[in-house]
């Protein structure tokens, strides 16, 4: 079985169809799983679920899908209730539906040996899990999961870490890269005897093509938006033991 996994694609179709090619010039993969945040703060979320779903991809719901597909606009600040409303009217009543119904975890093979892929963490969809994360943190995430292989995105920051008898696998970011490459990032992860082996990939994409997207699309806070992309870095990345 080899799955490829894609997470945090932020509306950025650019960048999908970039991984997607380099999926298909690896051999291409069994499954292909989106691993949430597919379309919040990106220009083109109608045509990144269109495309995950003729590549008959399995998507997770992220915290930013839970954002604009389930809950109420009024919850949030003035910048964040105008994002979910863009997004919203740019994706339609259907599209938002099908964002809403997407399940919180994918679980491929059977017992330890399986593979457990979510967007945050297996019980919450918005908690960072750095590559320092303490035993605390990482004994509550595991707690009651049998795989022992867990793949995850939220944060933008692709790793790989060893941690007692588990393997925690961040494969974000498919569109909107912080970990200081401008490169998408995706994860092909193939079954063995005993786990998965786990193969990075970074792809470049054109960022020119994607902030000209940003800036025509009508989407608030553009220069913000702009910004991101172009930074393609975490302000708080000094504060880990990186």
Not at 89 to 103: H, K, Y
Not at 124 to 137: F, T
Not at 138 to 160: D, N, S
């Amino acid at each position: 079985m080899r799955v490829a996994i894609l997470s945090d694609i932020h509306g950025n179709a650019v960048a999908l169809e970039a991984c997607l090619a380099d999926l298909a010039g690896t051999g291409g993969a069994d499954c292909i799983v989106a691993a949430g945040d597919l379309c919040m703060d990106g220009p083109r979320p109608r045509k990144v679920l269109r495309r995950l779903k003729d590549a008959g991809a399995h998507t997770i719901r992220g915290n930013t899908d839970r954002m604009i597909a389930l809950d109420d606009p009024a919850m949030y600040d003035t910048e964040e209730r105008e994002a979910i409303m863009w997004q919203r009217g740019a994706l339609g009543q259907d599209w938002v539906a099908w964002l809403g119904a997407a399940p919180l975890t994918v679980a491929i093979g059977g017992g330890s040996d399986g593979l457990l892929i979510t967007h945050a963490t297996p019980k919450r969809d918005d908690e960072h899990v750095w590559p320092d994360a303490g035993d605390a943190q990482l004994e509550a995430i595991t707690e009651g999961v049998v795989q022992r292989t867990i793949a995850f995105g939220h944060l933008h920051f692709p790793y790989v870490r060893t941690w007692r008898d588990r393997t925690f696998v961040n494969v974000a970011s498919a569109g909107l890269p912080k970990d200081g490459d401008p490169r998408a990032h995706y994860v092909i992860l193939t079954q063995q005897s005993g786990g998965w082996s786990i193969r990075s990939r970074r792809v470049a994409f054109d960022v020119d093509r994607v902030e000209r997207q940003i800036r025509k699309s009508g989407m608030p806070n553009v220069a913000e938006r702009v910004d991101v992309l172009r930074r393609h870095r975490y302000k708080q990345l000094a504060e880990h033991q990186i």
